[in-house]
């Protein structure tokens, strides 16, 4: 075992943390803490169509009822997300042909995703899971896999690599609670050669391994 600094030690002292039981908490408090501990979500936007050409734009996870309807009839959905330029200046959420799916983008994301819903079988109901909780047998949630066959962005959020640029593109997130944050203030690491950190490593093991 590593060695621990004098913090390190202090950070794991058993009485400095709470241990839950899923089976003892709430749905509320349950979904509390998995919102503000596993983070940042994306706020995104999803649209879809139904099959009388009803279009319907929905903001996961709160309006998603006619969204999962629409994904069974096989017409595809545009997914997009927010960013804080398009947010504060430009929301006027103005419709935008996608290139093959029936659904509209939103034209002033700076990124969307045109997607197919995957077909399992040939049965439409087949197009979703539906997540039931594994005591109650409640319905909890339904998942939807997708192909995505088309990328809408904004040349001006790319890096020269092709890569979207956090610092221009400032995607909004939810961090808990009734929280947002913008990402921006961000660090590159380097990903470690190994012909340079073989020599170190090697002599590290040795280390650990004598008595």
């Given at each position: 075992m590593l060695s621990r600094t004098e913090l390190g030690s202090y950070w794991i002292k058993e009485e400095l943390w709470k241990v839950y039981s899923t089976a003892e908490m709430d749905k509320t408090n349950l979904n509390k803490l998995l919102?503000?501990?596993?983070?940042?979500?994306?706020?995104?936007?999803v649209s879809t169509i139904s099959e009388d050409g009803v279009e319907n734009l929905a903001l996961p996870p709160f309006s998603l009822k006619d969204t999962t309807a629409n994904l069974k009839n096989g017409q595809g959905f545009s997914a997009f997300v927010e960013n804080a330029n398009a947010t504060a200046a430009l929301s006027g959420l103005t419709k935008e042909k996608c290139v093959q799916i029936r659904a509209s983008r939103v034209k002033e994301s700076a990124f969307s995703m045109e997607c197919e819903v995957n077909s399992f079988h040939t049965e439409p109901a087949s197009l979703q899971i539906d997540i039931t909780h594994p005591v109650t047998g409640e319905h909890r949630s339904t998942l939807i896999l997708?192909?995505?066959?088309?990328?809408?962005?904004?040349?001006?959020?790319?890096?020269?690599?092709?890569?979207?640029d956090l610092?221009?593109?400032?995607?909004?997130?939810?961090?808990?609670?009734?929280?947002?944050?913008?990402?921006?203030?961000?660090?590159?690491?380097?990903?470690?050669?190994?012909?340079?950190?073989?020599?170190?490593?090697?002599?590290?093991?040795?280390?650990?391994?004598?008595?």
């Open positions: 919102n503000s501990g596993i983070l940042p979500h994306p706020m995104s936007l997708a192909h995505v066959k088309y990328f809408h962005v904004r040349k001006d959020m790319l890096t020269g690599r092709g890569a979207v610092t221009k593109f400032k995607p909004v997130a939810r961090v808990g609670d009734i929280s947002y944050a913008r990402v921006g203030d961000t660090y590159r690491v380097p990903v470690p050669s190994w012909a340079q950190e073989e020599a170190k490593i090697q002599e590290a093991s040795m280390t650990l391994a004598s008595p």
